[in-house]
């Protein structure tokens, strides 16, 4: 089955370094990508959605510059974490929407665990 | 606006029971229901879905029906198994929006004892 590798799984970073996060699709052709968020004991939240060659679309308090989102191909999306505080520790997950299928197939990476030290 | 809401967890359940986790949304319109499950360490997999009023999704021993009267759709099993500890996440879609991403509710977190 089509399958979404997300990468790294875990990473921990020093306050305010940047860190990124990949989302692959790895065998169909993603034109869009979706980022979420998931808070402790909280339902996982669209932060934004990207398109491939343009600008993503974010998510009402999602704050754009700090959060850099790059969909430069149909097979991957990236979520630069810029200048991370220990507030934005949390659990990332990318999905994918498959192109060639009727459009409402939507695929989940397995997450990143994000820990800003 | 859109909203899932889904029963707290942890639900701790011997193997062979029944299980039952409920969960209510609110949508305008007629979205897409579906049951999302997140085995340890792995990342989030359709487990079922219906599209309209009164289907019913199914799915390794797993049901639910879209029950638009009641605006639920709680996810059953007959017979659980310690192979099914996991997390349960309720979602819809709604395709009023141009992406029609999902809505999430802030899962259940399943074990089953042998």
């Known amino acids: 089955g089509a399958v979404v590798s997300q990468h790294p799984s875990r990473v921990i970073c020093k306050s305010g370094t940047s860190v990124k996060i990949e989302c692959r699709s790895l065998?169909?052709?993603?034109?869009?990508m979706f980022w979420y968020r998931q808070f402790p004991k909280q339902s996982l939240m669209l932060m934004a959605t990207?398109?491939?060659?343009?600008?993503?679309?974010?998510e009402q308090g999602v704050e754009k510059d700090k959060f850099l989102i790059n969909h430069a191909s149909l097979t991957l999306s990236t979520l630069t974490v810029t200048s991370a505080h220990p507030e934005d520790s949390s659990f990332y997950i990318c999905?994918?929407?498959?192109?060639?299928?009727?459009?409402?197939?939507?695929?989940f990476g397995e997450g990143s665990w994000l820990t800003v030290v | 606006g859109n909203s899932v809401t889904q029963m707290e967890g942890p639900v701790t359940l011997s193997e062979e029971a029944f299980l039952t986790i409920n969960c209510t949304y609110t949508?305008?319109?007629?979205?897409?229901l579906f049951w999302y499950v997140q085995y340890p360490g792995e990342g989030l997999q359709l487990l079922l879905k219906?599209?309209?009023?009164?289907d019913k999704g199914s799915n390794k021993g797993f049901e639910a029906t879209y029950r638009k009267e009641t605006t639920s759709f709680h996810l059953e099993k007959g017979s659980v198994q310690v192979s099914d500890s996991a997390v349960y996440f309720c979602?819809?879609?709604?395709?009023?929006?141009?992406?029609?991403?999902?809505?999430f509710g802030k899962g259940t977190k399943l074990s089953v004892k042998p």
């Open positions: 990207s398109n491939e060659g343009s600008k993503a679309t974010y």
């Open positions: 949508a305008t319109g007629y979205p897409s």
């Open positions: 979602a819809l879609r709604w395709y009023g929006g141009s992406q029609g991403n999902l809505i």
């Open positions: 065998d169909f052709q993603a034109t869009t």
């Open positions: 999905s994918a929407r498959d192109r060639d299928g009727t459009g409402n197939t939507i695929y």
């Open positions: 219906a599209t309209k009023a009164d």
